[in-house]
């Protein structure tokens, strides 16, 4: 089969930045998996994505101008509805067989073969290769029906009549294999070569495209685009650290700015500018903050880590002279600067006390009131957890803290930039006199925000960040709304996750059920239901994956979490305890024998007692694991009470022996009641001691 590259381009109007990468990408493996299913090209192709702002593009390596012949067998139906008595085709199978193509005279051809418990009749037939026009036109149609799309644009065609629906409006399609136009048809477009490059800078318009090879290099001498998102972005990223760089400082880093300006423009150009210093007297995150969500501006830090006044545009055109274009962003971006420093002026003439009254009348949940009882609820939680941690000092802290917290909800800055609430609350509070314990845990409550956020600072803002989580779970929970497959509007799982770092990576002393119980009664009878259960099993879920994947194998993970610790900082130590335990060349066998004393245990009729009469041990196997119980139980017993896991577990290795001479030499269900009842006193004796820190019968499977 011979083969060549096939290029297909969708020019179209500017695309929407935050989708192209995604657009682009869908685009391509929607056009080379159509073909690859026509078989004009391998199951897996090779193919490479173009994007730019004005364009979707597809490269794909070794297609063929026509696929291969083939024969295709087709399953019709059992034979006993296709035959009749006689062997005469049934009127099903007659029909069957004209929606094929064929008619009754085939039947007599037709293969048997037993499928599952009967016979099936098979059709054969051979099916001519498609060309690459009739499996590009179907590829092309699919992938263009399935992309991605934010959100679709109608808009009518040349003819004035006939609309079409795409994410922007279609002005051009190419569609060469190799050298050749491959006549294909799709948004009202019919493929070409000819395409268009930079709107003010291209040195051809249009550029006719000689070869399917040659279209990223036509593209970026003749039509000064940089095609390949990935380039362009590469191309961008040297620009920035070059320009930055002779400045003496660093672009900030952000890499959803990053992809966003580089579906803005088709060759970047970069330039340093500057704005006024008295700006700077505003807190960075707000200045920051406005030049990349509203000029996608890349401001410029010192090696501190401190906003200087200068930071990089990219602009999508290179003058002689950029001084024009340098002069407008700076007058762009001064009024934007202004707003920020009067928000923040303006805010700063309340204190953050003096809003707490307006959080009434602000709804947070129709279901769960507004946000002032919501910070009440808050503010019981972190006390709470506030006097477990330091006492009646850091729960009056934690108290006020959290009556701030929200404040700043209120503010004129958040109002427009809800992505500083927090941030904002922490700088009015320092300015209103507050303390920096009681700033930072308002700025930091809402951390962790995402996975490998930092933590917060202190142990108020620990208290409060694990109160405001809390407070969200139980009450969410408490009305029903609970995550389903992968819908979290509310983000819930992550909220677990933040509450489980804290109390590990911070070794907080906290009981798990209790944090969960003093949530949901922080609200008023009859608000919420209880569901402490289901909200302990949800953290406990969470938790379970997190620990998987810091390593933990599935069996050392359930070993732990099968007992529910109640304190979450010590299940690493138990981990890392049941792995140590797992490398002893008697872990296997201990973990299989503790199997087996479950389910006896489980058998037993009624409850059974951890007990032992030493009066009725009869039998040596019975005698020797009591008296080994008795040496190695307050030995583990009291490794774990002094939270030495390890040793715990290390000491049982000493039962192994006993262990396998009870089970060896002894009937655990006896004739005798009182002795079947004391031997299995003795396996629940035996039972609780190898399982304070895991259940070590996980470790058998």
Same mark, same amino acid.
């Given at each position: 089969m011979t083969t060549k590259n096939l290029l297909v381009e969708l020019f179209v109007e500017e695309l929407p930045p935050k989708a192209l990468k995604m657009l682009g990408d869908a685009f391509a493996e929607g056009v080379s998996s159509g073909l690859a299913r026509q078989r004009l090209m391998p199951a897996s192709p090779e193919w490479t994505a173009y994007a730019s702002p004005r364009r979707l593009t597809v490269h794909v390596s070794n297609v063929a101008a026509r696929a291969d012949d083939r024969i295709e067998r087709v399953k019709l139906m059992p034979v006993a509805v296709g035959l009749a008595a006689d062997g005469q085709p049934t009127p099903a199978l007659v029909k069957k067989l004209a929606t094929l193509g064929a008619d009754a005279s085939a039947a007599g051809s037709l293969q048997r073969q037993v499928d599952g418990k009967a016979e099936a009749l098979y059709f054969e037939r051979a099916v001519k290769g498609a060309s690459l026009a009739e499996a590009l036109q179907l590829a092309l149609d699919e992938a263009i029906a399935n992309l991605p799309i934010p959100k679709v644009m109608q808009y009518q065609l040349a003819d004035g009549w006939t609309s079409v629906k795409f994410v922007r409006p279609a002005h051009g399609l190419v569609a060469l294999h190799g050298a050749e136009v491959v006549p294909v048809r799709a948004l009202g477009l019919d493929a070409g070569r000819r395409t268009h490059g930079h709107r003010f800078e291209a040195k051809? +318009?249009?550029?006719? !495209?000689?070869?399917?090879? +040659?279209?990223?290099?036509? !593209?970026?001498?003749? #039509?000064?685009?940089?095609? #390949?998102?990935?380039?362009?972005?590469?191309?961008?990223?040297?620009?920035?650290?070059?320009?930055?760089?002779? $400045? *003496? !400082?660093?672009?900030?880093d952000d890499a959803a700015l990053l992809d966003e300006v580089t579906a803005l423009v088709e060759r970047p150009n970069v330039l340093v500018c500057r704005f006024d210093e008295q700006f700077l007297e505003v807190p960075q995150e707000c200045l920051i903050l406005t030049m990349k969500v509203n000029q996608k501006y890349f401001p410029l830090l010192d090696a501190g880590g401190r906003l200087t006044n200068r930071f990089l545009v990219v602009s999508n055109i290179r003058p002689d002279d950029a001084s024009r274009v340098i002069e407008g962003n700076e007058r762009v971006v001064r009024p934007r600067l202004a707003d920020a420093k009067f928000f923040f002026d303006q805010d700063r003439r309340k204190t953050l006390a003096s809003r707490v009254p307006g959080l009434d009348k602000v709804v947070y949940h129709g279901k769960l009131g507004t946000l002032g009882e919501r910070m009440q609820r808050v503010r019981a939680i972190a006390r709470e957890i506030a006097q477990q941690l330091g006492g009646a000092a850091a729960a009056e802290q934690a108290d006020r803290a959290a009556m701030l917290a929200k404040a700043d909800l209120l503010t004129d800055m958040v109002g427009e930039f809800p992505e500083l609430q927090g941030t904002m609350g922490g700088y009015y509070a320092r300015h209103d006199g507050e303390t920096d314990e009681i700033a930072f845990a308002i700025e930091d409550?809402?951390?962790?925000?995402?996975? *490998?956020?930092? !933590?917060?600072? #202190? $142990?108020? *803002? =620990?208290?409060?960040?694990?109160?405001?989580?809390?407070?969200?779970?139980?009450?969410?929970?408490?009305?029903?709304? =609970?995550?389903? #497959?992968?819908?979290d509007p509310f983000a819930l799982r992550r909220h677990a996750l933040g509450v489980i770092r804290m109390l590990m990576e911070r070794g907080l002393p906290l009981f798990l059920p209790r944090l969960v119980h003093i949530a949901f009664t922080a609200f008023p009878a009859g608000l919420v239901s209880d569901h402490e259960g289901e909200l302990r099993g949800f953290i406990y879920d969470r938790l379970a994956g997190a620990l998987r994947e810091l390593g933990y194998s599935a069996a050392e993970v359930d070993a732990v979490l099968t007992l529910t610790p109640a304190r979450l900082d010590q299940v690493v130590p138990r981990l890392d305890a049941v792995r140590a335990f797992a490398a002893l060349p008697e872990a296997f066998a201990l973990a299989s024998a503790n199997k087996r004393v479950a389910n006896i245990l489980k058998k037993a009729d009624g409850d059974v007692v951890a007990q032992v009469d030493g009066t009725l041990l009869f039998e040596s196997g019975e005698q020797a694991l009591a008296a080994a119980l008795a040496v190695v139980a307050p030995q583990a017993e009291a490794a774990f009470d002094g939270l030495d896991y390890a040793g715990s577990l290390l000491v049982l290795a000493a039962l192994k022996a006993p262990v396998d001479a009870f089970f060896d030499t002894v009937m655990v269900n006896a004739d005798d009641p009182k002795l079947r009842a004391n031997r299995l006193g003795l396996l629940a004796t035996l039972h609780a001691a190898m399982n304070r820190v895991a259940d070590l019968s996980k470790l058998a499977t």
């Open positions: 051809v +318009d249009p550029i006719v !495209l000689q070869h399917a090879d +040659d279209y990223a290099q036509q !593209l970026e001498e003749q #039509g000064a685009v940089i095609a #390949g998102f990935a380039e362009r972005r590469a191309e961008l990223v040297r620009q920035l650290n070059a320009a930055a760089a002779g $400045s *003496g !400082l660093t672009a900030i409550h809402y951390k962790p925000r995402f996975a *490998g956020d930092v !933590l917060p600072r #202190g $142990s108020t *803002g =620990v208290a409060l960040a694990l109160a405001d989580k809390l407070e969200t779970l139980a009450g969410l929970f408490g009305i029903g709304q =609970v995550p389903t #497959g992968d819908k």
